[in-house]
């Protein structure tokens, strides 16, 4: 309320301030064409000078006691009652519990996140990614030609001493996911895709289309004692969201240009040829 009266006051202030100064000119030219007594008198100069002092008057008026009024209102008039908000938007039911909005989507699983926004069907539409998962398994049967759109990759590093905690919340098998994650590293790379591991532990995985124009973020956040196939995910659009797109983004950008780093060659044939990736099974 007490913001709305500063408003009001602002607005007020301008306005009255204008039309004080305008009826202070009216004001002086009515005395020169008035035969007014007392008036009569006076020369053009000191006529002049009255009409001026009115027109001061009044904004002195409107400065020093409006603000008073305004006050003295916003504290004894009514509180507005704000209308009801809709508790979910109208799309959203228990059979389909997907929540759209105009440049946001939320899906509290795996499953709708993926009957309506597959990776495929990202990759095919969109020829610019950059993507940062926590095992691979989402694009694992993406065609090689495809993960040239991806232009950047960021995985985890196998060696790197969290990935026994992924493989734990993933429910696969380690040298699986390690071996998955070097042949993505070297499929990608056949296609020019630039390819960096990640040792720490991500708790999201992310999709970003990084257009100025028509960008979008796609989030897919980890949860405690949840599946993996139970995962809720969200999705932004860069128009409509441009500060939380940013935040995403840039936080993108940190990771790939100061954690994560390129695979040396050793690493990659040291997973290859292991029965089973030794280190990385480090509980805390």
Known sequence: MEERGK?????????????SWL????VTIVLLLANIDGIKGLGLGWQIAFGVGIALA??????????????????HSPERTPAPLEPFPSSFTLSNPTIKLPGFRF???????????????????????????????????IDGPKLGH???????????????????IAGRPEDYLAKLIVTLTEQAREYNTPVKWFPGFALSTLMINPNAVDGWAQ???????????????????????????QAIKQSYEDVWEH???????????????AGKSKVGLVFS
């Open 150 to 168: 991806i232009k950047r990759m960021i995985l985890p590093d196998p060696e790197g001493k969290w990935f026994g905690h992924l493989v734990e």
């Open 58 to 75: 009044w904004v002195v008026i409107i400065w020093f006691f409006l603000p008073v009024v305004i006050h003295w209102r916003s504290k």
């Open 107 to 141: 899906y509290p699983s795996r499953e709708l996140l993926q009957s309506d926004r597959p990776a495929k069907k990202l990759l095919e539409s969109t020829s610019h990614i950059w993507g940062f998962w926590n095992t691979g398994t989402q694009i694992s049967d």
């Open 219 to 245: 989030v897919e956040i980890l949860v405690a004692k949840k599946t993996v196939a139970e995962r809720p995910s969200f999705v932004v659009s860069s128009k409509e969201f441009p500060e939380l797109y």
């Open 7 to 19: 408003s009001f006051l602002g607005n007020l202030r301008d306005w009255v301030t204008g039309i």
């Open 23 to 26: 009826a202070g000119v009216l």
């Open 259 to 273: 954690n994560a780093k390129e695979p040396t060659k050793e690493q990659i044939e040291r997973i290859r040829n």
